[in-house]
């Protein structure tokens, strides 16, 4: 089955770095786009950044444009974020994310990211 972990969150001063990875298995990788999604305490989850299938194409959420890039590597069916210049407002749950066949969502279990000022 579809399965999707996330790591590399953690506790980092405002103005630091984070590195999350999403490791996926249980799908052809390489044929999906995947997504980063993130939640704060009382909000809704939001899309953060997403990259094609053959990663040729990026989006971000305004807030993070030129701060976060996402990259995949279709041999290792990993996704990674690199989180720059964190601001506490960037504290959340990250969620590694893809979609199905038939659009059906998939997500892993998420980690934390907490930004200090």
């Known amino acids: 089955q579809v399965q999707l972990v996330e790591s590399g969150g953690g506790l980092v001063q405002s103005g630091g770095s984070l590195r999350l990875s999403c490791a996926a298995s249980g799908f052809i990788f390489s044929s999906y786009a995947m997504s980063w999604y993130r939640q704060a305490p009382g909000k809704e989850r939001e899309l953060v950044a997403a990259?094609?299938?053959?990663?040729?194409?990026?989006n971000y959420a305004d807030s993070v444009k030129g701060r976060f890039t996402i990259s995949r590597d279709n041999a290792k069916k990993t996704v990674t974020l690199q989180m720059n210049s964190l601001k506490p407002e960037d504290t959340a749950v990250y969620y590694c994310n893809t979609k199905g066949p038939w659009g059906t969502p998939y997500w892993g279990k998420g980690t934390l990211v907490t930004v200090s000022s």
């Open positions: 990259i094609t299938s053959a990663g040729g194409s990026t």
